[in-house]
């Protein structure tokens, strides 16, 4: 399963972006998505994620700047990116895994986020 983030971009500090994930339709449900990102010589980490039933965490770096949905009977999520820092800047990718106790096992090839002070 092969998922598609896009939206990415190049942006100023304190502006707003809107990443998606489109997931394929016709593969099963998931259990959860989430998104991750990666800096330039940084450690890939979690940044927010979505379970099936709707609910949602984020990571304490993200301190009520970002949002994540599912739309579309869960055939895509949304990251929504506001307030952006520079030190957001990264490869924002999302992820996926169908049950609760997997690791996740289905990514996308990422998306650039790059926000300019």
């Known amino acids: 399963v092969q998922l598609q983030a896009s939206g990415g971009g190049l942006v100023q500090a304190g502006g707003s972006l809107r990443l998606s994930c489109t997931i394929p339709p016709h593969t099963g449900d998931w259990y959860a998505v989430a998104w991750f990102r990666q800096a330039p010589g940084k450690e890939r980490q979690k940044v927010a994620t979505?379970?099936?039933?709707?609910?949602?965490y984020y990571e304490a770096f993200v301190k009520g700047r970002f949002t994540v949905s599912s739309e579309n009977a869960k055939t895509t999520v949304l990251l929504q990116l506001n307030n952006l820092e520079p030190e957001d800047t990264a490869v924002y990718y999302c992820a996926r895994k169908d049950r609760i106790g997997d690791q996740y096992g289905y990514w996308g090839q990422g998306t650039l986020v790059t926000v300019s002070s």
């Open positions: 979505i379970i099936w039933n709707d609910n949602v």
